[in-house]
């Protein structure tokens, strides 16, 4: 995936039912080149706090103040010809302003430490609280009660604003009007029968409330349509019952998306829709056709790159995933099936640690052969948990690997651990059994 930088220029935006595409255009991209899952280390001069060279004990004929002549370490300070750590009580032990000016607990001067976490902003908003350092944000509760943006690291700005009963707006189309060009949006439980349209380089969040159950409804258009290079991140939602056969259920193009545990299920179109130099994240989700169309679509120079998600083709005639040759889609840790003869019918398709029916060239792939339903609880209703022969079937082929470049989710579609350890093997799919 082209990971992308929001531009979150002040224009206005709001929510439309008018899913006719008028940007059909090559993308005019509003955000700038990024590396997802980048080395975080800011500059040549940060330092671990666990460093335990304190250096020397003594800097004879240094004066008081001297900051990292001789000394260094976690006595970075010549005091009285000897080397002792910071301390905000002492101007000759006081950090020195610029990019170390906090006083770790260890006695070195760092960027940051837990404590003293509001040193980091920008692209940078959180202290890792191992390195001291200021790093992207990768979850979404390190920003809380905003999201983070997932694309370049930074938490999302502007308001935050919760829908369901007695909450500040009552339905999703308000909520998005309500947060404007760049906001946060916590859905409470309830489920929303709206179509909307997030567009105009607008930034917006779409957070479940704790465990609460979010269903999102539509008819006669997508339920969500993320147009005009607009950037959309979903956490949690299940996209269900779009009775549209011509409409996905989720549009984007010409635009940025991404999405963790969610459900898309029931849906009489496409479940999604990628188009027009478009980049969409699927991690963790359960993706579920109804019918004999894609359950993926994606065109026109669109990308696609899933981690961790299952994804299982309706009706005989459907595949799991289609693209055309402008197109691309890579999966990792994933299962992609079809009760048809085919599953995948992209030319521009990789593949690792996957399950699919036909063999797919890559890294600790595995062939299925032909679907059997009950691999799955329930496979027509998109509950793709394993049962006891689904675990029997598909092998523990998934990989976690710190630094991946869709930063390995914490836990499953559950919320439960994943392995969390460098190689560390388990299920691929969205469950974690």
Do not use: K
Request: glycine share 10%; with cysteine; net charge negative.
């Amino acid at each position: 995936m082209d990971g992308c930088q929001a531009d979150t220029s002040p224009t206005s935006m709001g929510p439309t039912t008018d899913v006719d595409l008028t940007e059909t255009g090559t993308m005019t991209t509003q955000m700038e080149t990024l590396t997802v899952g980048v080395d975080t280390t800011e500059t040549d001069t940060q330092m671990d706090s666990t460093e335990t060279d304190t250096g020397p004990d003594e800097c004879p004929g240094e004066p008081d103040g001297t900051f990292e002549g001789i000394c260094s370490g976690n006595s970075p300070f010549c005091v009285n010809e000897l080397c002792v750590a910071c301390s905000t009580e002492d101007p000759n032990t006081t950090c020195p302003q610029g990019t170390r000016e906090v006083c770790a607990p260890s006695g070195a001067c760092v960027v940051c430490t837990e404590e003293q976490a509001d040193a980091c902003s920008g692209m940078t908003p959180i202290c890792d609280p191992v390195d001291n350092m200021c790093v992207r944000c990768s979850e979404h509760e390190q920003c809380a009660p905003s999201a983070c943006n997932l694309f370049d690291g930074a938490c999302v700005g502007g308001p935050v604003v919760t829908v369901g009963p007695g909450q500040m707006e009552s339905n999703l189309t308000d909520a998005v009007v309500a947060v404007g060009n760049e906001g946060t949006i916590v859905v409470y439980e309830g489920t929303y029968d709206e179509t909307l349209t997030v567009d105009s380089n607008s930034t917006v969040a779409f957070l479940i409330n704790s465990d609460d159950m979010v269903e999102w409804e539509g008819s006669g258009a997508p339920q969500l349509r993320v147009t005009g290079s607009a950037v959309v991140l979903i956490d949690g939602i299940e996209f269900r019952n779009n009775d549209s056969f011509t409409d996905p259920a989720v549009r984007v193009d010409n635009a940025f998306l991404w999405v963790d545990q969610a459900i898309f299920s029931q849906n009489d179109g496409s479940v999604l829709s990628a188009e027009f130099s478009s980049d969409v994240v699927l991690r963790n989700s359960f993706v579920g056709g109804d019918n004999d169309l894609p359950s993926i679509s994606i065109v026109s120079g669109a990308a696609v790159d899933a981690q961790y998600i299952t994804v299982g083709a309706g009706a005989l005639g459907a595949t799991a995933v289609t693209c055309d040759a402008t197109s691309s889609m890579n999966a990792s840790d994933s299962i992609l099936v079809s009760q048809g003869v085919i599953d995948i019918d992209c030319v521009n398709f990789t593949a690792d640690h996957t399950a699919t029916n036909t063999m797919q060239v890559g890294d600790e792939n595995q062939e299925l052969g032909m679907t059997n339903p009950e691999w799955f609880i329930s496979y027509n209703g998109a509950d793709f948990h394993l049962t006891d022969m689904g675990q029997a079937t598909i092998m523990e082929i998934a990989q976690w690997n710190e630094g991946d470049p869709l930063d390995d989710p914490s836990v499953d579609i559950d919320g439960m651990p994943r392995a969390g350890v460098e190689g560390g093997m388990e299920y691929p799919g969205a469950d974690l059994p």
